[in-house]
């Protein structure tokens, strides 16, 4: 069963949101919160396996509650799926670097919301097209912050790991990189988690984020 934690100011969306959410058998509800403040302080007092964060919120926002969330070393397994309006390159660059996992704008549908959370859940990183587009702008135009990221050096990895890390940051998806090298999805997921463990992300996005802040990759 995947325990979320909703942190939303609208209590309309919270309720759509649950409706939605307890409506599938491997998923529920465990709290709801609705500022930042309280998001934080329910997911340490209930310790879920993902936390449905909205940006905008009052007392402290959403960025900010995710950073507290995923530096709390008992909090390790929590993943956050930022799910806002506001799909901005400030707000992805910033997201990504306090650690959240995925990163989805509200006009996505009801079954890609929840296909997100399980991949989320499942140790994958999540982030729409838009996202991923924003991400790399940001990077491109030397703006990037210099938040939390992983610590570890790209320099370990092996040729291979690099290269697939190299096609994960320009947004390719596991399947997409298995088609274009003609290997199977579970070898790439097995290089992409190994790169992720000697770099010391937390997920795919942290890795994608050390990709681009340690020069591995460059877009034209």
Known sequence: ???????????????????????????????????????????????????????????????????????????????????????TDEYVARALEAGASGFLGKDVTADALLAGIRTVVGGEALLSPAATR?????YLSGTGTTGKSPTGSLGSLTDRERELTALAAHGLSNQEIAERLFVSPLTVRTHIHRAMMKVGARDRAQ???????QGLVRVR
């Open 207 to 213: 890795l994608i984020v050390a990709a681009y802040q």
């Open 134 to 138: 924003a991400l790399i702008d940001r």
């Open 1 to 87: 069963m995947i325990r979320i934690l909703l942190a939303d100011d609208q209590a309309l969306l919270r309720s759509t949101f649950r409706m939605l959410i307890d409506s599938c058998d491997d998923m529920t509800v465990v709290a709801e919160a609705a500022n930042g403040e309280e998001a934080a302080e329910l997911t340490q007092a209930h310790r879920p396996d993902l936390v449905l964060m909205d940006i905008r919120m009052p007392l402290l926002d959403g960025l900010v509650a995710t950073q507290r969330i995923c530096a709390t070393p008992e909090l390790a397994h929590t993943r956050v799926l930022i799910l806002t309006t506001f799909e």
